[in-house]
């Protein structure tokens, strides 16, 4: 049984069991990769000129760079100031991180971290009200 079903079962038994409220469960899978063992660099800081082939110039001297990616607007088109940079393994990503974190890109200082993967957190407890009414009678 995985984190989330041990929550909801345990939640359910104890908690919300004579409740007038209508309970609805969401559960996200966990992240499967750590951000300690990533070959995929969050690179922040960057200027609105730096293009893709750019970046991925400014990385390539540590390894292979296997995907360059620049979050753009999608209202206006410019850069968001941040993208990704993955390499084909672990260690040339360190080293780049390493190296690169703090040096300027273009005029502007580079923040570099390991990206982590998108964190829905745990399991989200939405109450539904079933019965305006019948709740407002429970309360007083």
Same mark, same amino acid.
């Given at each position: 049984? &995985?984190?989330?079903? +041990?929550?909801?079962? =345990?939640? /359910?038994?104890?908690?919300?069991? &004579?409740?007038?409220?209508?309970?609805?469960?969401?559960?996200?899978?966990?992240?499967?990769?750590?951000?300690?063992?990533?070959?995929?660099? #969050?690179?922040?800081?960057?200027?609105?000129?730096?293009?893709?082939?750019? $970046?991925?110039?400014?990385?390539?001297?540590?390894? @292979?760079?296997?995907?360059?990616? /620049?979050?753009? @607007?999608?209202?206006?088109?410019?850069? =968001?100031?941040?993208?990704?940079?993955? #390499?084909?393994?672990? @260690?040339?990503?360190?080293? +780049?991180?390493?190296?690169?974190?703090?040096? +300027? $890109? $273009?005029? =502007?200082?580079?923040?570099? &971290?390991?990206?982590?993967?998108?964190?829905?957190?745990?399991?989200?407890?939405?109450?539904? /009200?079933? &019965?305006?009414?019948?709740?407002?009678?429970?309360?007083?």
């Amino acid at each position: 049984m &995985n984190k989330c079903a +041990a929550f909801l079962r =345990r939640t /359910i038994s104890t908690e919300f069991h &004579n409740s007038p409220f209508q309970w609805r469960f969401y559960c996200s899978p966990p992240s499967v990769s750590s951000p300690a063992s990533s070959n995929k660099l #969050f690179v922040g800081g960057l200027s609105w000129s730096v293009d893709e082939k750019s $970046l991925k110039e400014a990385f390539s001297s540590f390894g @292979d760079v296997t995907e360059v990616r /620049i979050v753009y @607007d999608k209202d206006s088109g410019r850069s =968001r100031g941040f993208g990704f940079v993955i #390499f084909s393994n672990e @260690d040339n990503a360190k080293s +780049a991180k390493d190296a690169m974190d703090g040096k +300027a $890109l $273009l005029g =502007r200082p580079l923040r570099i &971290n390991f990206a982590l993967e998108k964190a829905r957190g745990g399991p989200v407890v939405v109450p539904r /009200i079933s &019965n305006i009414g019948e709740f407002n009678r429970h309360k007083t």
